[in-house]
């Protein structure tokens, strides 16, 4: 999956699938945060398969779709939100894991 620790109660990695999830849960993490918008890419499961999969195995799921290279200040808000939203240590995913890092980075100069 690529995971990369950003801070104790963040991490970021590119997309997930459904079958991910398990590994996600055994590796310590509580909750992710989807920052790729549905439909970004031709291979990408729809946020509401990955939260459905999530939930049945007890993490939480946050939808946070940001289109790449154009994070507004809403937006940033609305990451740091949900990282205050979810129990910690929470896995937040895009594409690369770039967008979500490049969130968490402007949450935190904001």
């Known amino acids: 999956m690529g995971i990369q620790r950003i801070s104790s109660k963040l991490s970021v990695c590119p997309q ?3 079958k991910d999830l398990a590994e996600v849960k055994a590796a ?4 992710i945060i989807c ?8 291979d990408q499961p729809r946020f ?3 939260e459905k999969a999530a939930n049945e195995i007890g993490l939480a ?3 946070v779709p940001v289109q790449s290279g154009a994070a507004s200040m809403r937006d940033v808000a609305a990451f740091g939100k ?4 979810l129990e910690n240590p929470v896995l937040a995913y895009c594409g690369s ?3 979500s890092a490049s969130l968490w980075s402007l949450q935190h100069t904001r």
């Open 82 to 85: 949900a990282l205050e939203d």
């Open 97 to 99: 894991g770039m967008r």
């Open 28 to 31: 310590g993490f509580m909750g």
């Open 48 to 50: 509401a398969e990955i």
């Open 61 to 63: 799921a946050l939808y």
């Open 16 to 18: 997930i699938l459904v």
């Open 35 to 42: 920052n790729r918008p549905d439909g970004e890419g031709a």
